[in-house]
């Protein structure tokens, strides 16, 4: 797998609603769920993951999930 900039990504980079996504996107949620949860609709979602991708990096919700579990957003966060 190619290296991610993930390991330059400092936690507070991402604004809070960007740490709530990742932390969902780690648990395995769909847009759909994210959104249910947040209370926004499935396109904003989709915003919040195009902007994480970019600040990370990162070209799929797999390299996303795993940027998440090294910043400790995994379950439980």
């Known amino acids: 797998m190619a290296e991610t900039a993930s390991h330059a990504l ?3 980079a991402l604004s ?3 740490k709530e996504v990742l932390a969902h996107l780690a648990q395995g949620c769909t847009y759909r769920i994210i959104a ?3 209370g926004l609709s499935p396109h904003t979602v989709d915003t919040y993951v195009r902007r994480l991708r ?3 990096g990162s070209v799929n919700r797999i ?3 795993h940027i ?3 910043l400790g957003y995994g379950p439980g966060y």
Do not use: D, V
Request: hydrophobic share 35%; proline share 11%.
């Open 10 to 12: 400092a936690p507070t």
């Open 16 to 18: 809070p609603r960007e």
């Open 54 to 56: 970019s600040k990370t």
């Open 36 to 38: 249910r949860r947040m």
């Open 63 to 65: 390299q996303l999930a």
């Open 68 to 70: 998440a579990f090294q």
